[in-house]
């Protein structure tokens, strides 16, 4: 893919992020999500709601914590960071931390139930955090 188609596809995807993030900030039923990056590149997460009517697409630039209002609901989620993709399922019912651990780290602890700490090296061995290697 060249430099320019690039950086529409970038374009288009943070003005979809904006409108969504910003119509869901108005509802009442919204709950807080916070990404916090710990790693050295962007991070991108996609929720889908579970009747397929909304989408939205948050980012979460290298070292930074964002912080989104997202509708309550049960999503089906893509994760993309240190150049893995993982999917799942991510429920929004309460105040909720994706807390993104160093590129080829693991977490050191596993801390609050309500941060998830996300990383891409987990098995279902050792704790199931509802993702799936792609």
């Given amino acids: 893919m060249n430099k320019n188609r690039m950086i529409i596809l970038l374009l288009v995807l943070l003005a979809t992020m904006i ?3 910003s119509s869901a900030a108005a509802g009442s039923d919204s ?3 916070t990404i916090r990056n710990r790693t050295d590149k962007v991070v991108w997460v996609s929720l889908l709601s579970s009747d397929g009517s909304s989408v939205y697409w948050l980012e979460a630039p290298a070292g930074e914590t964002v912080k989104y209002f997202i509708p309550k609901d049960v999503y089906t ?3 993309v960071a240190c150049g893995k993709t993982a999917t799942g399922t991510l429920e ?3 105040q909720t931390k994706l807390a993104f651990t160093r590129c080829g780290q693991t977490p050191s602890y596993a801390g609050e139930r309500s941060i998830e700490k996300v990383h891409f090296y987990d098995s279902p061995d050792r704790r199931d955090f509802n ?3 792609d």
């Fill in 131 to 133: 993702y799936r290697f």
């Fill in 31 to 33: 709950v807080g999500l």
């Fill in 19 to 21: 409108a969504g993030v």
């Fill in 77 to 79: 989620h893509t994760s």
């Fill in 92 to 94: 929004l019912e309460q």
